[in-house]
C-alpha cells in the first residue's frame, strides 16, 4: 500500500515557472516545500491504514540530501510515538525504489510525498502485472474519499467484453475497509478475487499458459459465485 500525499510537494509549491536570466537564458524553477503540519496530516493517514495492514511503516524521503526530507522524516519519527503497535522504518528514495524491484513482499505500507509517491506508485504497480488489477483512493480530512481503479476507461476496448474488473471490484473492498471501516465485508471481497485467481481465470491483460481466458462479464460471473459462496 502506498500512502501519497496528494496536495502539497513539489507539484505545488511556490515560487514556480520558467523565467529569464540577466543573461538571457531560459531558467525553470520548482520549490519542494512542506509544513509540519502537512507531514503529520499524511502521516496519520499512513499509520492508521498500516494499523489495518501488518503494523509495518516505510516512510521514504530524501533526507540525506534534502531539507524538506529531513523535516519530513524528523516529524514521521515523532509522530511515530503515538503509535507503538506499529513499526515505522526509513529509506531514501533511491533505495526503496530499488528495494521494490528486488524485494516487494518486505513492504507493507509505504508513505512518502507527492513526487516520490508518484514514481513509485507506478513501479509498483507493475508487480501486478497489469493496472487492471490496481485499486487507488483519493482520501480527504473526513468523509469517505473517492476509491477508482488506477486505470482509465479505455475507449480502444469499449464494448469487447475485454476488460479487466479486478481493479474496480477491489476499489470497492478498499472503499468498505478504509472508507466505511467495514474489514469483514472487505475481507469477503478481496478473498472472493483470490478464489477466482486461484482457479485460474484471467483476462487478457494478466493471461498465462494454463488459465482460463474470460471476459470481462465472464470474469464477474466467477466473482458473483465467490462472494456468494
Known sequence: MVVRELTGGIYFGQPRGIFTTETGEKRGLNTMVYTESEIERIGRVAFETARKRRGKLCSVDKANVLEVSQLWRDRMTKLAQEYPDVELTHLYVDNAAMQLVRAPK????????????????????????????????????????????????????????????????????????????????????????????????????????GMNLLGCRAIGDSLIKAVSQ
Do not use: C, W
Open 106 to 209: 518486505q513492504f507493507d505500507t509505504i508513505v512518502t510525498s507527492n513526487l516520490f509517491g508518484d514514481i513509485l506508485s507506478d513501479a509498483a504497480a507493475m508487480l501486478t502485472g497489469s493496472i487492471g488489477m490496481l485499486p487507488s483512493a483519493s482520501l480527504g480530512a473526513s468523509g469517505p474519499g473517492l476509491f477508482e481503479p488506477v486505470h482509465g476507461s479505455a475507449p480502444d476496448i469499449a464494448g469487447q467484453d475485454k476488460a479487466n474488473p479486478l481493479a474496480q471490484i477491489l476499489s470497492a473492498a478498499m472503499m468498505l475497509r478504509y472508507g466505511l471501516n467495514q474489514p469483514q465485508a472487505a475481507d469477503r471481497v478481496e478473498k472472493a478475487v483470490l478464489q477466482v485467481l486461484e482457479q485460474g481465470d484471467r483476462t487478457g491483460d494478466i493471461m498465462s499458459p
